[in-house]
């Protein structure tokens, strides 16, 4: 079996915490239970572009059990769980191409090694599987054809497949999962919100209470962030370009400013925006000596690391995943984890309980391609709301949790016009 891992030795921890994992994910669970019995993706080869971590490797055992063939590289350098990786390859017979820490030619080798394998499903975290495979015409060609279908876990990645679509380019059909609302509504709010506190907490060991802790981007895992933040004492500060998203947040009780106004006055700055550049010279410039940046975006472009680069006369690495900048004037700046997502470089990212549902998504979305991709255009499509509504619906039995039901007359209500008051 081909793979590329840091070290096979590492196998029995990353079995120890794969089972750890497994315990929070009764949705998934329940899912590889029946993949094991139907066997609904015999004969499909999936390729996976997906953070490495031991929540993942539950997932790939699930697609497993469903009869799927899995390949795994990083979508990100510096996510991979060493440990889980080796485990993947050595207990599950997983060939995973991933290695914390590795360089650009090395994350895009990997990522062409997945692709080697002539996939039929693509499963992408940031959408640099699809874009590979778009990019190379030559291999585009070959195994378009071989392509039923993809999906894609984030909002950067479904930005870059709706750019695609929009073009026309798209050469499959993609469901985005990210979308779903039992994906993003706590995936992203709740397990971004966690993580990312919990990374630049084991990154600096930095108190959050009394700090001004500025959020750029109040999306859906910006609110997860600001509300943890706040809970942990933090005076949030807001930043955003959308008005309606802006208005939310003040509603919420943030204050909300330009970058350039809150940049002198911020502790620690955290993007998430899913954009390019949002931290640039101008704002590092004007902040205090001391300052922290980081990113919980998918991509490290948020942060201008060049331009800090560029107005800096040296930097050092003064602890792990912290990059002390010296700027021409004698203030430092503070980049967390290169500019890449602070929640998976220097912690774990989400807790397994959030990426049940995130998977459950995977997994059956990967069974609603099996069977209807003849009838899917070359299109990015929502998760179908009876999957939707059946996660959440096993997450809250898995919970111990019940809801009421309609009644007949209420049933009738809902669907009647003409009843008033």
């Excluded at 392509?147 to 894609?152: A, C, L, Q, V």
């Excluded at 201008?304 to 003064?318: E, G, N, T, V």
């Amino acid at each position: 079996m081909d793979y590329d891992i840091k070290d096979i030795k590492l196998a029995r921890k990353g079995k120890l915490r794969i089972e750890w994992a497994q315990r929070d994910m009764p949705v998934l669970k329940l899912i590889a239970k029946r993949f094991n019995k139907q066997k609904p993706l015999k004969g499909i080869k999936i390729g996976c572009c997906l953070h490495v971590t031991t929540e993942t490797a539950n997932l790939a055992s699930a697609l497993k059990a469903g009869g799927a063939e899995v390949f795994i590289c990083a979508s990100n350098p510096l996510s991979t769980q060493d440990d889980a990786a080796a485990c993947l390859v050595k207990d599950f017979r997983i060939p995973v191409f991933a290695i914390k820490g590795e360089d650009t030619q090395k994350y895009y080798n990997h990522i062409n090694s997945v692709l080697n394998s002539k996939p039929n499903i693509t499963m992408d975290d940031g959408a640099d599987l699809v874009s590979t495979l778009h990019k190379e015409s030559a291999r585009s060609k070959i195994q378009g054809a071989n392509i039923i279908g993809g999906t894609e876990e984030t909002t950067t990645g479904v930005i870059r497949l709706r750019a695609l679509e929009k073009q026309g380019k798209l050469k499959y059909p993609i469901i985005a999962v990210n979308d779903a609302m039992t994906k993003h509504f706590f995936d992203n709010r709740y397990g971004t919100g966690q993580s990312t506190i919990d990374g630049i907490v084991r990154s600096t060991n930095k108190l959050i209470a009394g700090s001004n802790f500025v959020i750029c981007g109040y999306g859906w895992c910006g609110r997860g962030v600001a509300m943890r933040a706040k809970g942990m004492g933090a005076k949030v500060i807001v930043t955003e370009v959308d008005p309606l998203k802006a208005i939310e947040a003040v509603c919420d009780g943030y204050q909300v400013m330009p970058l350039k106004k809150c940049a002198p006055i911020g502790d620690i700055f955290v993007t998430v925006t899913g954009d390019i550049n949002v931290i640039r010279e101008e704002h590092f410039k004007k902040m205090k000596d001391g300052a922290i940046v980081c990113n919980s975006g998918h991509f490290n472009v948020e942060i201008d690391i060049p331009a800090l680069k560029k107005i800096s006369r040296c930097h050092r690495f003064i602890r792990d995943f912290v990059e002390e900048y010296v700027l021409k004037t004698g203030k430092k700046i503070f980049l967390l984890a290169e500019g890449r997502l602070i929640n998976l470089a220097s912690a774990e990212g989400h807790p397994a309980s959030v990426m049940d549902m995130s998977f459950a998504n995977q997994a059956l979305s990967c069974e609603y391609i099996v069977k209807h991709y003849k009838k899917l255009a070359r299109k990015v499509y929502n998760v179908p709301l009876d999957i939707d509504e059946k996660i959440a619906a096993l997450k809250l039995k898995s919970l111990g949790i019940a809801i009421d039901v309609l009644t007949a007359e209420q049933e009738k209500y809902l669907s009647s016009w003409q009843m008033g008051t």
